[in-house]
């Protein structure tokens, strides 16, 4: 099974950047389509954007189409998700999972430890 460690994190006022990893263990990263997903306060957690295992498909929600880009280093086991323009509804804490490569919303594997995200207005 994949282990998962996010990291990249922190706080950033209203209009910032930011650039978030997933490393990942396991030899079979490269198979496996690769999402994002966030936890707010009192809220589900949901679906940010995903990438297919070749990194030739990506797929957004519409709250951060056109603001975050997801992307992938198979060779680095890592995959990223650079997030500009932020806004104080993008707070909250960031995790990556494999999903489904039929339903790119749907996660499968076990949740990390996520890593933190504070945008300040």
């Known amino acids: 099974q994949v282990q998962l460690v996010e990291s990249g994190g922190g706080l950033v006022q209203a209009g910032g950047s930011l650039r978030l990893s997933c490393a990942a263990s396991?030899?079979?990263?490269?198979?496996?389509?690769m999402g994002w997903f966030r936890q707010a306060p009192g809220k589900e957690r949901e679906f940010v954007a995903a990438?297919?295992?070749?990194?030739?498909?990506?797929y957004y929600a519409d709250s951060v189409k056109g603001r975050f880009t997801i992307s992938r280093d198979n060779a680095k086991n890592t995959v990223y998700l650079q997030m500009n323009s932020l806004k104080p509804e993008d707070t909250a804490v960031y995790y990556c999972?494999?999903?489904?490569?039929?339903?790119?919303?749907?996660?499968?594997?076990?949740w990390g430890q996520g890593t933190q995200v504070t945008v300040s207005s």
């Open positions: 999972n494999p999903v489904s490569p039929v339903v790119v919303t749907n996660p499968f594997g076990s």
């Open positions: 396991g030899r079979t990263f490269s198979s496996y389509a």
């Open positions: 990438i297919s295992w070749s990194g030739g498909s990506t």
